[in-house]
């Protein structure tokens, strides 16, 4: 059982370039988010997507868009880089979408480190 | 809106020392609380959280955390740490308000350091 993969584990792109980050997960749940964690800030949500068809935004989404056409996967994409997206990027899902209020953990990939230049 | 406040940024101890990572978070629902930790270049893993019920919680590897409703707190205690301790520990909160579809806010972090 492979849970979350996140690919690729490491990137380096020049300001401006536009590239996407993959996520797959192999446990059929409907909720899916993407986080990005900077030093002593915690992490913070992005997007996140209650199933196939529906996403929304989290506390920092500008510059990232998302997408959620199937259940297993849902790509994270930088449309135009800039410094300030260098950080550590963590994608999760768990069981349950609208009708369940996250009582349910959160199962973490292990991360993409994207540094723009 | 709701937030986590973790207090300490690095814990420095000794091996078998007990340690207390200190928790406190803002929210004018109810909420669910976890502690997930996080090894070298790994994801978060779930290590304990607070449903509902007693309001000691514990994990399998000795990790325990106290909820305190009156005074907003989760702190996450361990009586005798060990070298594989050593990692950065979140906090997060999911607030039940029908709107908010379990999403997770965290602190900041605590780096745990334990020195043999």
């Known amino acids: 059982n492979a849970g979350v993969t996140q690919t690729p584990k490491f990137q380096v792109l020049k300001t401006g370039q536009s590239m996407t980050l993959q996520c797959a997960q192999d446990?059929?749940?409907?909720?899916m988010s993407w986080y990005r964690q900077d030093p002593g800030m915690g992490l913070r949500l992005i997007h996140y997507?209650?199933?196939?068809?529906?996403?929304d935004q989290g506390e920092v989404p500008n510059g990232y868009n998302v997408s959620r056409s199937t259940t297993e996967d849902f790509p994270l994409r930088l449309l135009s880089a800039a410094p300030s997206q260098t950080s550590v990027y963590f994608c999760?899902?768990?069981?349950?979408?609208?009708?369940?209020?996250?009582?349910?953990?959160?199962?973490f990939g292990d991360g993409t480190r994207l540094s723009i230049l | 809106a709701q937030s986590v406040t973790q207090l300490d940024s690095q814990v420095p101890v000794f091996e078998e020392a007990p340690v207390e990572l200190r928790c406190n978070y803002s929210?004018?629902?109810?909420?669910?609380l976890f502690w997930y930790v996080q090894y070298p270049n790994q994801g978060l893993q779930l290590l304990l959280k607070?449903?509902?019920?007693?309001?000691l919680v514990e994990s399998i590897n000795g990790f325990e955390a106290e909820f305190n409703k009156s005074q907003t707190s989760f702190h996450l205690r361990k009586p005798s740490v060990h070298i594989s301790d050593t990692a950065e520990y979140f906090c997060?909160?999911?607030?039940?308000?029908?709107?908010?579809?379990?999403?997770?806010?965290f602190g900041q972090g605590t780096i745990l350091t334990v020195h043999p």
């Open positions: 446990m059929n749940h409907e909720y």
């Open positions: 997060a909160v999911s607030v039940i308000d029908g709107t908010s579809y379990g999403k997770l806010t």
């Open positions: 929210s004018s629902v109810s909420v669910y």
């Open positions: 999760a899902s768990r069981k349950g979408g609208r009708e369940l209020e996250g009582n349910q953990p959160q199962h």
């Open positions: 607070y449903l509902s019920g007693s309001t």
């Open positions: 997507s209650v199933g196939a068809g529906i996403t």
